[in-house]
């Protein structure tokens, strides 16, 4: 079992960073792939951006690429999200998710309980 804690959402201005965090505990962090996701108001949860479990392989949505960076610490069991030139579209609610696999394959097997990312135009 792996328990994810995301934090460090919050509201912020357009053009304006964040970086989120997920903390994960419970089976071996370091093996598995993680991932962020985000489900707008009235909208699917989407893919937002991956990480193999070594942090060597990312994977971003267009929507995204460029302004976003995944990244992770084992030592800490922790996966980021560092988010720039935010835009009012991607305000959301962002969800950690780890998989059972090294890479991202699939969909993931574990999520946590959401972090609400809100930006003002």
Known sequence: QVQ??????????AGGSLRLSCAASGRTFSSYAMGWFRQA???EREFVATISWSGGSTYYADSVKGRFTISRDN??????????????????VYY????????????PHYWGQGTQVTVSS
């Not at 994810?4 to 201005?13: I, K, P, R, Y």
């Not at 950690?96 to 969909?107: F, L, R, S, W």
């Open 4 to 13: 994810l804690v995301e934090s460090g959402g919050g509201l912020v201005q």
């Open 41 to 43: 108001p009235g909208k």
């Open 96 to 107: 950690c998710a780890a998989y059972t696999t090294a890479q991202a394959m699939g969909v």
């Open 75 to 92: 030592a800490k069991n922790t996966v980021y999200l560092q988010m720039n030139s935010l835009k009012p579209e991607d305000t959301a």
